[in-house]
């Protein structure tokens, strides 16, 4: 049986500079390298990119992520959704196939990040960044306006006229 502490979640290699360039100390975003990987792997997620790898960079420690019960909970979910018909990977010994494909989604969204910088639009890793959360509330705002109207709290402008 594999314990949590045994646990890495692999880097994938041929991102370790951007991964780099996304720290607080190079002028990202990000204070820690685990927090690159969880908005990446949201990232890929959202954007169904999910992109298998071999060579792996210094790994992280799983247990900066399951100390998070949101983070933990967002490992296994993609775990899950990625095994629907299969009941047994959230067991304690399928514990690594989770964080398989969370690095996997991990992967995809430093590919998409790398892509945006690659595309010339955004010079800096924290432009690149703040444009893709623009963007995601964007499209979050109107899928929950399609379905429940325009006027739900919290999105839009509010109207104090009526």
Not at 91 to 105: A, D, H, K, P, S
């Amino acid at each position: 049986m594999v314990h949590n502490s045994d646990v890495r979640v692999r880097r994938p290699a041929e991102h370790d500079e951007l991964i780099g360039r996304l720290l607080t100390k190079e002028g990202g975003p990000f204070p820690a390298y685990w927090h690159v990987l969880v908005f990446a792997a949201a990232l890929g997620w959202s954007r169904g990119r999910r992109e298998p790898f071999e060579k792996a960079g210094e790994p992280v420690r799983y247990g900066l992520f399951s100390n998070s019960p949101t983070v933990s909970a967002l490992v296994d979910s993609m775990g899950v959704l990625a095994h629907p018909n299969d009941a047994t990977i959230m067991g304690e010994g399928r514990l690594q196939e989770r964080v398989t494909v969370f690095e996997e989604y991990a992967n995809g969204g430093l590919s998409i990040i790398q892509g945006e910088l690659n595309s010339g639009a955004h010079v800096r890793p924290m432009d690149v960044i703040l444009n893709l959360c623009r963007r995601g509330m964007t499209h979050a705002e109107s899928r929950v306006q399609d379905i429940f109207g325009p006027r739900v709290v919290g999105f839009g402008t509010p109207d104090f006229d009526t």
